[in-house]
Structure formats: C-alpha cells, structure tokens
C-alpha cells in the first residue's frame, strides 16, 4: 500500500477543495480504492473519502451496516466512484457525527433519513441504491468531503463541537 497521510485541520485546502469525477477507472484506481478500504479499517471509521488522504479525485469507501431483530452486522465495504445523490428524503434525522480528519471532536449535524445514491463499482459498473438512517447519514458525511465541506460547517443551530 503507498504511504498516505490522513489530511486534518478544518482549514486545510486539500479538504476544502471541491474533488474531480474520474473519467475511467484505471488499474492505478482500483488500487487506490483498495488502499481507501484498508486505511478505512485502519482508522476504525465507518467512511472515508479520497480527500481525506490527499487525493481530490471523486471516491468515497463506506461500510453499510443492516440491522434485524436488534442485531447489528457489518456489510460489505462498499466503493462508490463518482458518486451522486439523485433522491434525499424530506424526512430528516440529527444525530453525533465525528471524522477522522478532525481527531478528536464531534457535534450534532442533520442528514436526509434516507436517500438514492448512483455511482461506479470499482468494475465501472453503474449502481444505485436505496440507503436509509445511519447508511444514509454515512454516505452523505463522505460526499460532502467531496465537495470541500466538512461537519462542522453543518453543525445544527445553537450546536458547538464536543471534546472526544
């Protein structure tokens, strides 16, 4: 795996640049997206965007997560190239959203409770999905790194970050 460096500091220009959409997924890409996904683990996130290790190309890795009966359990990392939101619910949800690029704080933020998200797998296959809740929340955080803004810039009114 090449050396990337986790980008911190809310005011750091690689975060706060709007990212590139991949014209093709190269053998260089897909291996960049299979660093995202280990680095991911490696920082015990549940989400991580192509910014976050220096690279303002349009990627994000997530892990989905299904919940039955009460029961938790992790799904598939799933790669998302060129991402994009097509649907967003009105209903909305307010819920503690932390990042790996900002160690050490976290505060309440309101996402869209579900969404429809279309992307390329890492075979450049056209996929869509239907996300809802903490999936959804998820997705939403990694595609606003694409688009420079971080948490904190949606922090809900009257809402300061906590310590961790």
Known sequence: MQKYIIQIWDKNPILRTKSEF???ITPEIKEFCKDLIKLMRKH????LAAPQVGKNI???????RNIKKGK??????TIMINPVLKELSQDTTI??????SLP????????HKSIIIEYLDIKGNKQKKKLKDFNAVIVQHEIDHLEGVLFTDKLIKNNKVKKM
């Not at 349009?58 to 989905?64: D, K, L, P, S």
């Not at 938790?72 to 990392?77: K, P, R, S």
């Open 104 to 111: 050490g704080i976290m505060g309440k933020v309101k996402r």
């Open 72 to 77: 938790e359990d992790l799904l598939a990392e």
């Open 22 to 24: 991949i014209d093709e």
């Open 58 to 64: 349009r990627i994000i890795a997530t892990t989905q």
């Open 44 to 47: 015990d996130g549940v989400g």
């Open 95 to 100: 819920g503690e959203e932390a990042c790996i």
